[in-house]
C-alpha cells in the first residue's frame, strides 16, 4: 500500500474481485485446500463464516481499465523461490492478473532476501503464507495493525484497531468471534491483503500411536503425552 495504485482501494478491490482461488489451491497444495475469503477459516472459533463470492474476471478488468494505470505499469510478484507452494501460487496468480489486463512478473528470492524486502516494504504484491494461530488477535494485530513491526504493507484502519483492542478487553469468547467476524469484514473491504487459501495438513502415525493431539500451531508439545499401545 506503499506505492500506486496499491493505495488505491479502488484497485485493491478490482483485483480481489478477480482472483479465482480454485485453480490456486490446485497447483500450490494438489486441491488439499479450502479457499480463504476472511483472514481465518470458518471451522475456526474466530474465523470467518462468509464464502468467497465467484470470481468476477470481468468485471475487475472493467474496473482496473477505469483506473487508467499507467501503460507501463508492470508489478512484480515477490516470492520465496525455496517454497514451491508460494511460488506456485505467485505463476497461477500472474496469469490471473493478465487476464485482468495486467502483466506482471514473478520475483522470487531466497529467504533472507525476501524477508528483507517484504519488511522493508520494497515489494508491489507479496505473495506469502503463514502459520499457526492459537488467539486471533495475535496474527491480525502483528499483521496488519497501525504501526507493527510486521506490518509489511503500511496498512491503517482505526476502526480495525479499534476493533483489536475490544476484541482484548472482551472476555467472553462468543463476542470476541463477533468482534474479529467484523475486524475481517474491513479487511475484506479494504483489501489490503487478498486472502487465498488454507491448506491442511496432516500427520502420519501407526495405529499404535495413541494421545497425539493435533495443534493448529503446528506444535508437536502432544508428543509430552503420546504413547505406543503395544
Known amino acids: ?120 516494504g520494497d515489494f508491489d504484491i507479496a505473495v506469502m503464507g503463514a502459520a499457526g494461530y492459537i488467539d486471533p488477535n495475535d496474527f491480525m494485530q502483528q499483521s496488519l495493525g497501525t504501526g507493527e513491526t510486521n506490518n509489511a504493507a503500511g496498512y491503517s484502519n482505526p476502526e480495525f484497531d479499534a476493533l483489536l483492542a475490544e476484541g482484548l478487553r472482551e472476555q467472553d469468547r462468543e463476542a470476541r468471534a463477533e468482534i474479529y467476524r467484523r475486524a475481517q469484514e474491513i479487511i475484506i473491504e479494504d483489501a489490503p491483503w487478498i486472502p487465498l487459501y488454507t491448506s491442511n495438513t496432516f500427520e502420519g502415525m501407526r495405529r499404535s500411536v495413541q494421545g497425539f493431539r493435533h495443534s493448529l500451531s503446528g506444535s508437536l508439545r502432544s508428543l509430552e503425552d503420546t504413547w505406543i499401545q503395544g
Open 1 to 120: 500500500l506503499r506505492r500506486e495504485p496499491f493505495a488505491n482501494r479502488d484497485f485493491r478491490r478490482a483485483v480481489a474481485r478477480g482472483i479465482d482461488r480454485q485453480p490456486i489451491i490446485d497447483a500450490a497444495v494438489f486441491g488439499y485446500g479450502t479457499p480463504l475469503y476472511g483472514l481465518y477459516p470458518s471451522w475456526y472459533w474466530a474465523g470467518y463464516p462468509g464464502e468467497a463470492p465467484a470470481p468476477d474476471l470481468d468485471g475487475a478488468a472493467e474496473a482496473i481499465r477505469a483506473l487508467n494505470l499507467p501503460a507501463d505499469f508492470r508489478p512484480q510478484l515477490l516470492t520465496w523461490g525455496q517454497y514451491e507452494f508460494l511460488s506456485n501460487t505467485s505463476v497461477v496468480v500472474q496469469e490471473q492478473l493478465r487476464r485482468m489486463g495486467i502483466e506482471s512478473e514473478v520475483d522470487p528470492q531466497e529467504n533472507a532476501t525476501y524477508l528483507e524486502k517484504y519488511f522493508g
